[in-house]
């Protein structure tokens, strides 16, 4: 499996859910102020995300009005929004900005005047009193309530006052970044270090995406991230502006590669552990009987070799997408071995259609070699002769392995009967069942993010804590599902980090391989519940 950045705040619209309270207040206009220009100092009152520890940030704006000579309002004008002052969105600026132009001339017997302008959309500043000026020398400024935290999903803003998206810099966005042809702007909000844009997309997204991003290169090169993303609450499309510099992955105490080394040490001794079983009977007999781990040599290479198999798939996916991985972490378990391992995304994925190749390509090349391996085992002998003495009630653990047991070895297999057969198929077993776990569609899993990738953001989000629930269920019954529920829970829970286009669907052919692998981890988790012997059938019926 693989994992995204550290640090996750809630996957909640991404950060889409903010609302704007406007409530007014006073500042009285310090008589020793400059004609040229003065200041208003806004308090913006932070509300946290949903999802997120509670938390206030008061942060001091300043708005500077000029009065401008005339003749000099068209030239700035021009300056601000470049040659284009002439768009839609430019002449909806000049509309708003009517309205206070008019009171000023009503009020022009008042000596000073002062025009608050917020860094929000132009559609939420609105002045409830009514009146630009008093005679008391005050101005009305809004209190703005602005959501605190990253405006993106499973990613944490280093933010910085300097940092932040000027209000120039926005308006170049709105009038020549986005346009008509790509993604008209009809609203915007503002985030710590960001701008969320509301509108209406035009064209296909992927398209759209590109120019918008070309667009964004030409006027500011590498200093802002776009994103194209769906706002879970009305699921239409919104476009977030990020300062790239503020998403930098955060990095650690402990050297990556010092930390997955030492995890592997002890997955290498759980695979032998697991393949002793006199050893798993007293575990703490174990450092005493070290040279019994040898004979859990064998178990140990084939399903490590399932596990390495997998991972060299994700490597391989992400070498053709462009995504850069971390060093995977190698997850130990004392029941089955090891529970595979996690690997970081240091960088944001292009697309939904790079998360499902990237997330599919490891189960896909640990699945069938697994398989492969099973059959193997049915089919050929021992090497000893002997094999391994089991219960054939095991095979009920799985529906897959249970079938195939019944298919492949017939009447031989029944149940309170002995059976010897190639451990080969319980090595191989362990191996689809590791892969099978991480194709869960919960968290940051394989399976997770196949389904992210398949139906978005809205639908995964709802599987994921359906199937978390149900794993929680089963923990009552199963230490395996116990383990793994709690490690998903602290590790793995996501959310999962944006992409940077996240409204294109993948082809068909890709979402019919990521169904396929959800539905193969069904059938090796789920257990075989028929009766191997016909004979019993017949006891049953003969008994109802």
């Not at 972490?329 to 690997?343: E, K, L, M, N």
């Amino acid at each position: 499996m693989s994992s995204s950045p550290p640090s996750r705040p809630s996957a909640a619209a991404y950060g889409c859910s903010h609302r704007f309270l406007l409530a007014s207040t006073t500042v009285p206009v310090r008589s020793g102020c400059s004609e040229r220009a003065r200041s208003l100092t806004v308090a913006l009152r932070c509300l946290p995300i949903a999802g997120h520890r509670l938390r206030s940030r008061r942060v001091a704006c300043q708005a500077l009005t000029e009065t401008d000579p005339e003749g000099n309002g068209d030239d700035e004008e021009k300056e601000v929004f470049g040659d284009d002052a002439s768009s839609p969105s430019a002449d909806s600026v000049a509309e708003v900005n009517g309205p206070a132009e008019s009171d000023s001339n009503i009020d022009n017997k008042k000596d000073e005047t002062t025009n608050a302008e917020l860094l929000s959309s132009s559609d939420a500043v609105q002045n409830i009193d009514g009146d630009a000026t008093t005679t008391n020398h005050t101005q009305n400024v809004e209190v703005v309530e602005v959501a605190s935290g990253s405006p993106l999903p499973g990613m944490k803003q280093q933010l910085d006052d300097a940092e932040r998206i000027p209000k120039a810099t926005i308006d170049i966005l709105k009038d020549q970044v986005f346009g008509f042809d790509t993604f008209f702007v009809t609203s915007q909000e503002p985030y710590e270090g960001g701008v969320l844009f509301k509108g209406n997309l035009r064209g296909k997204p992927a398209k759209s995406y590109e120019k918008i991003t070309n667009r964004l290169e030409n006027k500011f090169g590498g200093q802002y991230k776009l994103f194209l993303l769906i706002n879970p609450e009305d699921e239409k499309p919104v476009a977030v502006v990020i300062p790239r510099q503020t998403l930098q992955p955060e990095t650690t105490a402990v050297p990556e590669w010092f930390a997955a080394a030492s995890f592997g040490l002890v997955t290498i001794f759980t695979l032998l552990l697991r393949n002793v079983p006199v050893l798993q009977d007293n575990l703490l007999s174990t450092f005493d009987n070290l040279e019994l781990l040898k004979d859990g040599l064998s178990g140990a290479l084939v399903t490590g070799l399932i596990i390495g198999v997998h991972e060299i798939g994700h490597i391989l996916a992400a070498k053709e997408s462009g995504i850069k991985l971390g060093v995977p972490y190698f997850v130990p378990s004392w029941q089955i071995g090891s529970f595979g391992a996690i690997t970081r995304i240091v960088n944001i994925v292009r697309n939904r259609e790079d998360l499902l190749k990237l997330a599919a390509a490891g189960p896909l090349a640990g699945f069938s070699l697994g398989f492969i391996l099973l059959l193997l085992g049915f089919f050929l002998p021992p090497s000893d002769g002997l094999g391994l003495v089991i219960d054939p009630t095991v095979f009920h653990e799985s529906f897959l392995v249970g079938g195939l047991a019944k298919l492949l070895l017939g009447d031989s297999l029944k149940e309170g009967t002995q059976l010897s057969i190639n451990p080969l198929v319980l090595w191989a077993w362990a191996g689809l069942l590791i892969n099978a776990i991480n194709s869960i569609p919960a968290g940051e899993l394989d399976g997770g993010r196949i389904a992210l990738a398949m139906w978005g953001r809205k639908v995964s989000s709802r599987l994921s804590s359906l199937t978390i629930g149900l794993l929680g269920i089963a923990a009552l019954f199963n230490d395996v599902a116990f383990y793994w529920v709690v490690l998903i829970f602290f590790l793995q829970r996501g959310p999962i980090a944006p992409l940077s286009e996240e409204i294109t669907d993948p082809e068909n052919n890709n979402i019919g391989i990521g169904i396929a692998i959800l539905l193969f981890g069904l059938l090796v988790c789920l257990p075989y519940p028929f009766p191997f012997d016909p004979s019993q059938l017949t006891d049953i019926n003969f008994d109802l």
